[in-house]
């Protein structure tokens, strides 16, 4: 007898590849993930071993207690926001509520797999749109909208490349949008951006009908496995979300935490302060090696490796994991001649460059 058979779309999936982290010992530098270079606040690190004592109950239906702290620290409406199972349950809910077979979405031709993912998971077609300078190009994305697009997935800043797009250029794109297609604002990593002309999207969110910023506590809040983020929309669009939102997607032990890493700025300072200090000394390092190393305002960058040597990317990785450097391969973005390192620890990113120079030298 024949299986069951999988929607069309499911098929056309890749499955989403995660870095080898759990590979090569106890010892090794994982800077594979975009992790936070510091880890979690104490606070929520208590937080979350107090939120054990009884595990028997169910947790808040709708995270109420963290979507009122998320409105408290960031100065928004709690009724506007949603949170979920990390930011790709977000990105999973907006596909599932919004498109579907016969639909397109857009996004970055190096932009977030999650988005493609979601996508084909509904039955509708993503669309990868060229980017400029590795940069997303607002008039690419605009010159592809047609009747069949509905949603357009932004990460900004853009993972892997690192690169984003200035507040006049959201507004620039939003404004070319037609209002029944919605504008998907994936900020994950704006905490660690300094730049004066970026903003997250929360302003263009209390303006428009169609416009969605989602967030997490993955990056800067060192909650990765903790699995929690939220979105920041319109009253319609959230009401719309909590439809097809499961209830209590968001575990007690999560909640405690993030409310608490949200409660401990201290920290929070501290670890952007790191990343501006340690972002521009290791691209510093790597360029004074002879490597090319793209612009970044996150916590991470690609370095470029020669695909015409035996120097090349996939060489540099091997070199990298065999000294127990865990990076990540980016050919899955469309970038096979790159690797993506995250910004970790002074004493970790001393240990990177002393194996690039390493490669780079012999």
Known sequence: MAPPKA?????????YAGSEAGMGGEDRIVISSNESALGASWQAM????GAAEDMRRYPEIDARSLRHAIADRHGLEADRIICGCGSDQLIDLIALAYAGPGDE???TEHGFTMYPIAS??????????PETNLTADVDAILERVNRKTRIVFLANPNNPTGTYLPEAELRRLHAGLPEEVLLVLDAAYAEYVTAEDYDPGASLVREASNVVMTRTFSKIYALASLRVGWAYAPEAIIDILDRVRPPFNVSVPAIEAAKAALADTDHTARARAHNAEMLPWFVAQVEALGLTVNPSVANFVIVHFDPDTEKNAESAYRHLFARGIVTRRVAGYGLPDWVRMSIGTRDEMEEVVKALREFVQT
């Open 7 to 15: 929607k069309p779309g499911v098929l056309a999936i890749t499955p």
């Open 46 to 49: 208590e937080a979350y071993s």
């Open 105 to 107: 979405t857009l996004y």
């Open 120 to 129: 084909l998971g509904v039955g509708a077609t993503p669309v990868a749109v």
